[in-house]
């Protein structure tokens, strides 16, 4: 097993732990010595801790204790060399000595896909047995944390069962259980474990998670202390988004090409602009987009990319995932089974009367059709107002807008049985507060929308 050695010699990551402070030394087993456990363990090694890594493969084992990494990384050959011979890195195949000699384990399997592009949990399962059966009749807390990639509720449903099955003991009750999604690219990932963009810890109690806190002190970053599930999905909104961003910047490319355009001069500009672009700006789940750009200018832009017979699969579908969230909306107000709806902005965003293409005129046009009764008010739309294409849009599609525009929000919210919330106007949601026993369809998560997470009555489009 390996021996504390602090004081070894280091690689130059000392000066992430604030000019040399070291977290609290733990005893630490890492199961899965693959690209992630291998870096893993190495790393935590580097930070002082005292860390057994685990594999079924003999080959891989027989060559971490010989100081050599089984995988090819940037950097990872000698910090593994130098933490073998600092004493704080060892490997076995014996699962049941390294929990018996630990304290936390981390479990950096594969979890790959399955022919169907299911996720194959096999050997998560595998090697959450093997930890809860070594946990039989031991009087220690141990910690596990889950560093593979899985699903939404995967952790609770495979790791927790496995491990109480297993292990004859309730977790929460002796046992911790976290999920620690990792955040590291191939050929850089030393580097990104000592500067990570993020440390999540998704915790089954608060003592889970001030283990997976302690093992990380002095690393830098924001920490997100967040319940199991929330941490397994940010690994695939994580990825997916740099999918999507990959997709993107290729489609954007194909169309430059196909003008003879430069599309990296194209794109540096896309990504210098870290007010709307590279930013929290457009990222919050909600309703639709609409307004008189953004439909217009992707209609055109995929128009063109036809034209040179340039394929844009993704931005193509964008118009179809946008007309989605409109449909998702109006499954949610049918499925209350209540006939009078009060919808509470008209616009397609706050601050301006333009109703051109938004998101919200479609959905009363849906309602209207359906045979709904129908109820609106937006204080910044006053029909006497609306001149040239504005006007002509919305008469185009809702004939006889005045028979369903309302002068208050207080008449919209008395007449309703649903009450759709597509606008944040502080008057609209002090009106809603008025009143009792109205189903809450929120579109964009109204400020003061957290009072109403328990009621029943209260349904986020998406949350």
């Known amino acids: ?24 030394v733990q005893r630490v087993a890492v199961f899965g010595l693959g690209y992630v456990g291998s870096v893993t363990a190495a790393c935590l090694a ?5 860390v057994i890594g685990v594999d079924v493969s003999t080959d891989k084992v027989d060559m971490i204790n010989a100081g050599q990494s089984p995988v090819a990384e940037a950097r990872l050959g000698g910090l593994v060399a130098e933490q073998v011979a600092a004493g704080r890195l060892c490997a076995t195949t014996n699962s ?52 593979s990639t899985m699903l939404p509720n995967t952790c609770e449903q495979i790791v927790l069962s496995s491990l109480q099955d297993a292990s004859g003991r309730r977790v929460g009750e002796g046992i911790g ?8 690219r191939e050929g850089t990932s030393v580097a990104d474990f000592f500067d990570p963009p993020k440390v999540v810890i998704g915790q089954f109690d608060d ?35 740099h999918a999507l961003k990959v997709g993107f910047a290729n489609e954007v490319g194909a169309i430059c090409k196909s003008m003879g355009l430069d599309s990296h001069a194209v794109m540096d500009m896309v990504t210098a602009d870290t007010k709307l672009n590279i930013s929290p700006a457009y990222l919050r789940p909600g309703f639709a987009y609409g307004g008189s750009c953004l439909p217009k200018d992707l209609r055109a832009l995929v128009h063109r990319a036809g034209r040179s017979e340039v394929s844009v699969p993704i931005l193509a579908s964008v118009g179809s995932s946008n007309d989605g969230q409109i449909d998702r909306a109006l499954k949610l107000i049918e499925a209350t089974g ?23 005129v479609a959905l009363a046009e849906r309602l209207v059709a359906r045979g709904f009764e129908l109820l609106i008010h937006d204080r910044d739309v006053t ?21 369903f525009i309302a002068d208050s929000p207080d008449e919209v919210v008395g007449l309703a049985e649903v009450c759709v919330v597509g606008s944040q106007d502080p008057e609209a ?27 029943p009555r209260y349904i986020g489009i998406s949350w």
């Open 1 to 24: 097993m390996p021996r504390q050695n602090p004081d070894a010699g280091g690689t130059g990551e000392a000066d992430v732990f604030g000019g040399g402070t070291m977290p609290a």
């Open 46 to 50: 580097r930070m002082g801790h005292s």
């Open 96 to 147: 049941a000595c390294a929990v018996a000699n630990t304290d936390i384990a981390l479990v950096c399997v594969g979890t790959p896909s399955a022919a169907d592009g299911s996720l194959n949990t096999e050997f998560l399962e595998r090697v959450s047995e093997q930890i809860g059966a070594a946990l039989v009749g031991r009087r220690q807390r141990y910690t596990v944390v889950v560093r």
């Open 177 to 184: 259980l976290a999920v620690n999604p990792e955040f590291l």
């Open 207 to 241: 003592p889970s998670g001030d283990v997976v806190a302690d093992l990380y002190a002095g690393l830098p970053g924001p920490v997100y202390r967040v319940p199991l599930a929330v941490a397994e999905m940010i690994k695939y909104a994580d990825n997916s988004f």
């Open 338 to 360: 209540k006939r009078r709806v009060g919808l509470l902005g008209l616009a397609f965003k706050a601050g301006t009367d333009d109703l051109r293409e938004s998101p919200l």
């Open 383 to 403: 029909l006497s107002r609306l001149l040239g294409a504005n006007r002509a849009y919305v008469d185009e599609r809702i004939p006889h807008l005045s028979r």
């Open 429 to 455: 949601i002090a009106a809603l507060r008025r009143i009792d026993g109205c189903t809450i369809v929120d579109l964009v998560r109204f400020p003061g929308s957290a009072d109403y997470r328990d009621d």
